[in-house]
């Protein structure tokens, strides 16, 4: 995932149209065994998910590699994770290979997503999901879960640019810069940066923020702001 | 299976490639928030952790003993002895990658280096670094290359030359070998090729060098291994090869420029201040004497090792200067001191001037003071820093006769003001180098004897060991910290304890030994040290000044800061370091104890 701005400032009327597509899976699932997607997962736990893709447009790219690690309390259970490399129906964009380093020769030898998603949808279960601009990751597996299942996954999103946004900027006055930038969490976080573009890795750090940001929230400590417009200097230096 | 977990960093650089996959799939990474007890004092720990972000405090009750920082892991004792002595508590929000206690357990059991680590012993764990040094110094000199080595010029003379221009040409460039050009081919002929021709086969000195070359020249290139020579040379018996760039000649390397490499040349020092016939002669040697320092240590000889040689090597300095300087008289019925570190031979970067002189009785005042100026001088000239608190031959308090010491003793023991204690410790640390020894030995024994069952003095005296506390806050790993921020004073925090507790017990037992190992060697022997203890003080002690003088190498040639910057430690010399300050911080209670300071 790229590092540009997102603000979930669209959140009622994007809630009440999930809410009633929720009910509407639930009854038009097509594989009752996994009937356990609607069914809350185990109390305090969650998944940090993240996926490369071949671009960014959800209705002509494709996902390359799914990462999942799940979270339980404040300890990243890295020994149980998702991984999975798939290969995409399309051609890989050459600007794409760029960005995640995968050459279509790791792609060629992944198992295919309809193989993946299974185990993937066991390892998530009903858990909430974790993830930056989750909401994309989220709309590229429904466009393979919608005609595997027919459901689009029902579970509770957490998007960790939101936490930070509250801790942050929840209190700032109007015409403050906004930056939600992943560098930017990272550095305020002081989330040590793993290579970037690697699914596993940005779900790790995206994991990493989440427990800090939680624990931030629980104790209602914010992330303070510093003056990012700049001073004018007398000197002319 | 992050990564990101770095498997070089100790102990785990020792696990093999199929270990470190086995551990990395197993650990997990946690978050504690700031004043979460991680593992409690006295508990179990389910996991080792290792810091990935953040600062862990290190408690002993409400003594803060250390704050651990990111590669640092923690409580080896906790996980293999089943409780840590100590709590572990985040200081700031903190991750952690943990790995399961059975993982480690395994991992102890099948790989013996890994477990070395986790020993209880600092003594042990010493001996596993150590063993590691060896290996990289032992592989640094073997992956020397043959350009890093001096090599005699490559200098050509013609084939029809004469073995008398040889011979005179050999002379004037100081070698020992010659390239000899005949037509297309080169060889290569020798002092030794020349004096066999002459002297065995009666040649005549104008006969053509021809007839005596070698021309099945071993050659090498400059960026060859000094390891492939050695052998090389080895192999066809030969004393030196050619050395050939791909276009020429450029040079000679000979069999004893390979053996002075990996040998040091110490004793050429020494030479050089024996034949010394001018101070300036003896102001090279001294920068000499600095450059071994670091050449010694590059070759990973123990600091204890270069105390004794740079000691000894200054002590020849100034005995020779003192010969050179000091009126005859003096030299029969005077004895010139070092004291302080230099007495203990633990002098290993040039640090200040301690130094005076006893007299066996009173001289011509003139003299004197013409002596303490040029001696002072001297050596201040030889880059030897005057001494800050003025304990030097320049100063006329410590140049007098013997009685005029004695005098002082009596009134620093009866009345003791501030300075009483510590030119006290100064003097019994005191080592002749030149002149009669006798008066050295009998103005200690005097000290000595007059200390004896002084139970308040001795008190007063080892209560010094708490002037400075030991350092926390040292193992935070401050990168970005400028200036001094993370640096932690070795001197104050560690060494200086461990010498003067030592001091302490040795004045009062009367021991005449100087160098605090071989104090401790002794209090162990009268049975007032454990054996155990007497290793681990000494070991301690060691590493701290190996510490140091790595930090005083590391900081530009010439100061003398005791500075070690944590961050610039391997988390396995920062885990030394902290059981090295449990060691000192045992020591302690224990001149409390002995001293019965628990009255100040």
Redesign the interface.
Known sequence: MSSFIVISTSAPSDVIPRAIKRLFHQVSIGDQSYRFMFERGPADEVVAIDCETTGLNVHTDDIVTIAAIRIRG??????E?FEAVVRPEADMQPEAIKVHRLRQVDVAEGPLIWKALPSFLHFVGGRPLVGYYVDFDIAMLDKYILPFIEIELPNPRIEVSKLYYERKYGDAPPNTSIDLSFAAILRD????A??QH?A??DA?MT??MY??LR??KE?GIRIPRVRTYDVFDPTGG | MPKAFDAGNPPFDRLTPQEVETLRAALDITYFRPSETIIGQDTPAEALYVVIKGTIEERDGIDLLALLGPKDSFDSRALVYGKSGHAFIAREETLCYCAPKAMILGLIQSNPRFASFFYRDISHKLDELVRDEEEQRYGSLMRSRISELFLHPAAFIDAGDSIEAAGHMMHEIDSNALFVRDGERVGIITGMNLSKAVVLRRQSIQTPVREFAHFDVVTMRPDDFVSSALVLMTKLNKRRVAVHDGERFVGVLEDIDVLGFLASSAQVVAGRIERASTQDDLATAARETTAQVRALRRHGVGVEVIGEIVSDLNQRLFSRLFEMVAPAEFRTSGCLIVMGSEGRSEQTVRTDQDNGLILSEPVDEPTLAAFRADFSGALASFGFPPCPGNIMVSNPAWSKPLSDYLADFRRWIALPDDTSHLNVAIFYDARPVAGDAQLLTKAKTALIEMVRGERVFLAHFAHAIDTFATPIGLFKNLITTAGNGDALDLKKGGIFPIVHGVRSLALEHGLMETATDKRIMRLRDIGLLQADFARELSQAFQFMLMLRLDGQLAASAGTSGTLVRPSSLSSMERDLLRDAFQVVKQFREFIHRHFNLGAF
């Open positions: 404040n300890r990243i259970l890295t020994s994770r976080l002081d989330v040590p793993l290579p690697d596993f890795n790790l994991a990493m427990v800090a624990d931030m104790r």
